[in-house]
Structure formats: C-alpha cells, structure tokens
C-alpha cells in the first residue's frame, strides 16, 4: 500500500505492540534473529528480500547498542592496511561506495585530511593511500591526493598542528548510525518481517537437541513467552555471551570507544580530519556533522555493564589533549562538550592480541544445531555479514534457500533518494518549510521527508520546531511513532532524533514536551509520562556525567 507521496505505507508503531507479541507469540518463523543492531537489521533485511519469514526482537530499543555510539562513518578501514587486513579494507571500500549509490541522502561523502609529520612519512602515506585506492577498485568517491601545508590552510584554516610537514586528502562516507540502523530494520519490515523492541531473549528452546525458538519476555510488561522457530541467529553483538552455553569461554572482547560532540564554531574545523593524539600517537576523527563536530574514539578493554557505558573524565580529557594539540588557537574548554557517547565494539577474542590490533573481521558458526550466532564486523560491511551468514545457513539447512545470489540484497533501498530527485519532488509539491529543515528531512528521512511535508501540509501547526534552534519539527514525531516504532521516550529523542545530544541543557523540559505529545499518540496516562521523562533524564544526564565530576 501506498500513500500519496508514494511512501510504502506500513505502519509500525507501539500503539499496535500487543498485536505485534500476539503474533510473535503464535506464529513459527523460518528464522528468529535476536538483536536489533546494524547486524540483525540487516540480516532482516536480507531475508525480506528473499521472502523468507523472519522475526527480530531486541531487548532495549533498536540501535540501542553498539550501532548507535560509533564513529558514524560508512569507511573503508584505511589504518587495517597496517595490519595486513588487505582482504576487509576491500570488502569495507567496495561496500561504503555501494551504500553511497544505494541510499545516497544517508550515506554521504566527506573529505577527509590526513596529517603528515615528515618527508618519509608523506611519502609512505602516498604509497598507502594509492593502494587503498586500488584495494577500492577505484570506486573511492575521489582518489588520494596529496596536500601541501598551504593546501591544507586552506581546506582547513584552523589547523595549526606543530611539526605538521604536509597532508593528504582522501573521502569516506558521513552517516547517522541509529538512523541508519532503524531504516535498515525499518526496510526488513516493509519487505515483509517482524521488528519488535522491548523484547528480550532469555532461553533458547530445543527439542531433541535441536532448536525450536527462544523463551522470551516482553520487557515493558514482564510476561514471558515463547516464540517458535526454524533457526536462530544470535547478533546480540556485545551481550552475544549471555546466549552461548554456560560452559563455553567467551566469545567476546568487549573494547571500549567514546566520542565527545562540540559545537563546530568551537574548534572551526570545516569538514574531516584524520589527527593523532600527542599523549599515545592513536590516530582520532574530527568529523563535522552539520553545525557539530564529532571527535572520537578510544579503544580500551571494557569490563563493565554493558548497558550503561558512559564517559569517563579521563577520556574526556585525552580528547581535550587532541583538540589542544590539533586547534591550538581555539581556546577549547570544557562547557565547549555539548555531549559524549560510549559504546563496546563487539570483538571477537583472540588469546594474546591488544585490543587496538585485535581482528575487525566478523565470525560466525552453528553454535548447537539450529542456533547460530554472528558477531565482530563493522556498520559498514553490514550487507556482506549477512549473505556470508546466509550461504552459511542454507549450506546447513538453516534457511529455506534452493538457490543463493549474493546480489539480491544489492538493490537501492525503499527509503533512499538522490538530491536531484528530492528537489524534484519539493519543486512540484512545495513545502512551506525553511531550508536548514529541508536538508535535514532529505538527509535523516530520503522518501520518508516527503511524507513528513505532507502531513505538514494536511496540519500546518506539525511544521513547528520541536525545539527552538533545531531543524527537527513535529511531524517527524509522528511520523517516527507511526512509522518507527518509537516505544519510549528516549528511543525518539536518542535514536531517531539527535535531539538528546545536542540539547544538553534542556533535557528535562524537552522531555517533558515530547513526552507531552506522546502520552497523546500512545494513550500515557501521568504516572507513564513521569517514568519516562525520569528515565530519559537519567540516560541523558549520564551522557555528559563527567562533567560535573571534578
Ligand atoms: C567507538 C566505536 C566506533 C565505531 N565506528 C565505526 C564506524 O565509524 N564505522 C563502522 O563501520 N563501524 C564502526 N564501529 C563498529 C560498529 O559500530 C559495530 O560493528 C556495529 O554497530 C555492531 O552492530 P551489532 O548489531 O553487531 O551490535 P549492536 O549494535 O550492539 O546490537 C546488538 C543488539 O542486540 C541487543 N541484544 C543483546 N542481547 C539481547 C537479547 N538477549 N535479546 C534481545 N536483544 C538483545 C542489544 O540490546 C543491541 O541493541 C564502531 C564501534 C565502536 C564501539
């Protein structure tokens, strides 16, 4: 079914939750994935394509994970050259060009410079970065070129790193991680599966040895139930123990990475730097995202809660050294950080290995008969994990499949439109709305914008500003709780909207109206609008916790 802008019209929202355990709970799947991050999504949407019947269910909310605290590049891992990962760094290129022409509103170019500190270094990068353009097959979006210091002082006048000898220019792919997550699940249901958040695994069932499904528990309402299937795929990334056999050692290296988020003016960096720290010579991104500059990352053992990962005043002062050493005129200070995230990459362990050099690469195996489990990889190679894991699959009965084409997931997603056509389609329907919303509803939403300047259209009140300052209006909420599965508060303000990162001061009193608007959509009554609010804030809050602990 259609809509008049053509969106493919499929609700998917909480207000229809208990028919959506109803059927979890009555129906038997091909295949039960459990997690809903960048690699369940995508394993869904796979699947979809292919018409065979699938469920995912994630404990927390989709993109809760790993899948919301990177780095939000689509890349092509140019540092795993170094350790010899010649076969990824491919893989990671061929898929961020193929994601770049598939859903080109979300997955877009940024120029990247790289510092150099000497002659042998210039030269050593050149020779890398022309076999990164090659292990590319040349679809880098443009290939290496080197950079003179007066170069560089133009792309990037605020730059005044010491000892800077000369740079080097290369391109990879800006995204909004969480967004992209959802869209990707988002694009599994439209094909035909089932998404439901607030669902957790805690058992999986067999019968005579093999599996049949999990034993589950609706978190929101603490029943439990059972859902039945065929196969089950574990892409539970960090918590993928929590599901393996009690006597089995660990299957994951939980390493730690946090970003902190400043307000681009702050530092006045213009697009992407490839920088080093001067405490431990790591490489760090300063990426700009919009009028925001994201800075990141770390990469430190973690052996914490995994559910509340937060950053640390140390880590934050790493950065601070970073950003000291690379905008010495910028006078960065503290009240400069507008917000942090810290997330766990989900590594697989290997005996004896740092975890900087620890391996990147996916696994996978049948860990009992009918139970699989997938974990490691990148966002960026999310398409290729999950046809390895298929063809995996289908060679052990796992999934229904007479026939495997690697291709089949290839195709350009629903959701995505090129600039050209969306000012196509602004151009013939016109929108009342103001610029700086227009890039913003293109970018984050593709064809989904267009359905949001729609329903501005049939209710002009719904192209006010959620916040003042910020691109995002109303419409999006309800677009995002029909459409996206918004279940709670923070799923809204932290996932589908950056609005909880770059509205620090305000969380309590933003939470307040959204969940104003909320209570409306999904029938809250008081009690539920102060549980979430109070969640949201104590989420919210922890994310810049640092600050206030001296
Ligand atoms: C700091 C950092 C920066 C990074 N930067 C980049 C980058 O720029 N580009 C890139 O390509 N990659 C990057 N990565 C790697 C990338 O983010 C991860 O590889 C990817 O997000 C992993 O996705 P996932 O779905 O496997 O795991 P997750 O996103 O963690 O998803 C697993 C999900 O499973 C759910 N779950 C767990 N247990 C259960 C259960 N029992 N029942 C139901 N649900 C369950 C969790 O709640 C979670 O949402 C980065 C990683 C980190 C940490």
Same mark, same amino acid.
């Given at each position: 079914m259609k809509t008049e802008t053509g969106f493919p019209e499929k609700i998917w929202g909480a207000r229809e939750r208990a028919s959506y355990i109803k059927e979890l709970s009555e129906t038997e799947y091909d295949v039960l994935i459990i997690g809903g991050g960048m690699t369940g999504g995508g394993i869904l949407r796979a699947l979809g394509l292919r018409g065979i019947r699938a469920a995912l269910i994630e404990k $927390? +909310? #989709?993109?809760? @994970?790993t899948s919301s605290k990177s780095t939000r590049l689509a890349h @092509?891992? !140019?540092?795993?050259i170094l350790h010899g990962a010649f076969r990824l760094v491919s893989e990671e290129t061929h898929e961020r060009d193929w994601m770049r022409r598939a859903f080109p509103n979300m997955v877009r170019p940024i120029p990247i410079v790289m510092a150099n500190y000497s002659t042998v270094e210039s030269v050593f990068m050149g020779g890398f970065l022309r076999l990164y353009d090659l292990l590319s097959g040349w679809g880098n979006y443009r290939s290496y070129r080197h950079l003179t210091k007066e170069d560089i002082g133009e792309l990037e006048p605020n730059i005044k790193i010491p000892g800077l000898h000369s740079g080097s220019l290369l391109y990879e792919c800006i995204i909004n991680d969480a967004r992209l997550t959802c869209e990707i699940v988002k694009e599994g249901v439209l094909l035909g599966g089932t998404a439901v958040n607030y669902v957790k695994a805690k058992n999986i069932l067999k019968k005579d040895g093999r599996c049949i499904g999990v034993e589950a528990q +609706? %978190?929101?309402? @603490?029943n439990s139930l059972n859902i039945k299937a065929k196969s089950v795929i574990s892409a539970?990334?960090?918590?993928?123990d929590d599901l393996m056999?009690?006597?089995?050692?660990?299957v994951i290296r939980p390493a730690k990475g946090v970003h902190i988020v400043v307000k681009r003016e702050s530092i006045g960096n213009m697009a992407g730097l490839y920088t080093k720290s001067p405490e431990d010579g790591r490489s760090c991104f300063v990426l700009a995202h919009g009028d925001y500059t994201y800075i990141g990352t770390t990469d430190t053992d973690y052996k914490g809660d995994l559910d509340e990962c937060y950053t640390e005043r140390e880590e934050y002062e790493y950065f601070k050294g970073i950003v000291d050493h690379t #905008?010495?005129? *910028?006078?960065?200070? $503290?009240? +400069? %950080?507008i917000g942090t995230y810290a997330g766990t990459r989900p590594l697989v362990r290997e005996e004896g290995v740092d975890e900087d050099k620890t391996s990147r690469e996916e696994r996978f195996e049948? !860990?009992?008969?009918g139970f699989f489990m997938i974990a490691g990889g990148k966002l960026t190679i999310f398409r290729t994990m999950a046809e390895k894991l298929l063809v995996y699959m289908a060679e052990r009965g796992g !999934?229904?499949?007479k026939s495997y084409n690697r +291709?089949?997931?290839r195709s350009r997603f629903i959701m995505s439109m090129t600039k050209e056509e969306w000012d196509d389609a602004v151009r013939e329907t *016109?929108?009342?709305?103001d610029e700086r919303t227009l890039t913003h509803l293109f970018e984050n939403y593709g064809k989904g914008g267009l359905e949001i300047i729609d329903s501005v259209k049939r209710e002009?009140?719904? @192209?006010?500003? =959620?916040?003042? *300052?910020?691109?995002? =209006?109303k419409a999006e909420l309800q677009y995002s709780l029909k459409? $996206?599965? %918004?279940?709670?508060?923070k799923d809204f303000l932290m996932r589908r909207s950056n609005l909880s990162l770059y509205e620090r001061d305000r969380h309590e009193s933003l939470g307040r109206a959204v969940a104003a608007e909320m209570a409306n959509f999904l029938g809250w009554d008081e009690r539920r609008v102060d549980d979430e609010v109070k969640e949201y804030v104590r989420v919210a809050e922890k994310n810049r916790f640092f600050l206030n602990k001296k």
């Open positions: $927390e +909310d #989709f993109a809760f @994970g @092509g891992g !140019v540092r795993y +609706d %978190v929101l309402s @603490g539970a990334g960090p918590w993928t056999p009690k006597e089995r050692n660990p #905008f010495p005129e *910028g006078n960065f200070e $503290e009240k +400069d %950080v049948e !860990v009992s008969p !999934v229904p499949l +291709d089949t997931s *016109g929108s009342g709305l002009p009140s719904l @192209g006010e500003a =959620i916040t003042a *300052g910020q691109p995002n =209006i459409y $996206e599965m %918004v279940t709670r508060l």
